[in-house]
């Protein structure tokens, strides 16, 4: 600093101009304010499914597509779970059928993955509103075989591939305005 004044006085008095005042070096953006959009990740592969299975995935399409909750109901175990991405869970075929109602549409499912070991199995899967629209979620669908050899779908928990949104703020102070009287104010 003291060098700075030195050199204006000094600068002044041989009618040179000052020198330029120094420049501060930029901000560096903080880390918060930019995150880059991480590149998406190709969807996994699908795999087939022996028949019985894949029974299993095509019925709750057509049933889906047809907004026909009493058909998906009856792909369940009776005593199946439903755990729907943002809601209560749903156990036995007539809270299906209600937890049902009012859903359905455009439903293309893909599997990637499945085992079965006895009377038990599991189908990991992904969803979309059509094959070219790629996933917008994923699924489990754990099943169990019925007593006529049918798989069933003991449990069925799916997700959507979209984070969920936080909620808007409510205000937590009331808007002032000199039209209209506060409680408590004369």
């Given amino acids: 600093m003291i060098l700075l004044v030195l050199a204006g006085i000094l600068s002044s008095a041989s009618g040179q101009q000052p020198p330029p005042p120094i420049a501060r070096p930029p901000v560096a953006a903080s880390p918060v304010a930019y995150r ?10 699908s795999v087939e499914l022996p028949p019985e299975l894949d029974r299993v995935l095509r019925d709750y399409e057509r049933a889906w597509t047809a907004k026909n909750a009493e058909a998906l109901s009856r792909l369940f175990a009776e005593d199946g779970f439903v755990l729907p991405n943002g809601g209560p869970p749903a156990r036995g075929r007539s809270a299906i059928r209600r937890t049902y109602a009012k859903a359905g549409g455009p439903l293309v499912l893909r ?18 509103a ?8 994923k699924f489990v669908l754990a099943l169990k075989r019925g007593t006529d050899g049918r798989w069933m779908i003991a449990a069925d928990i799916d997700n959507s591939n979209s984070r969920p949104r936080p909620p808007t703020p409510t205000p937590t102070v009331r808007p002032y305005s000199p039209a ?6 004369p």
């Fill in 36 to 45: 880059p959009t991480p590149t998406p990740a190709p969807p996994l592969p």
């Fill in 130 to 137: 059509s094959a070219e629209g790629g996933d917008t979620g």
């Fill in 180 to 185: 209209v009287p506060r409680p408590g104010s």
């Fill in 111 to 128: 599997a990637l993955a499945f085992a079965t070991e006895g009377p038990v199995g599991y189908i990991i899967g992904a969803y979309g």
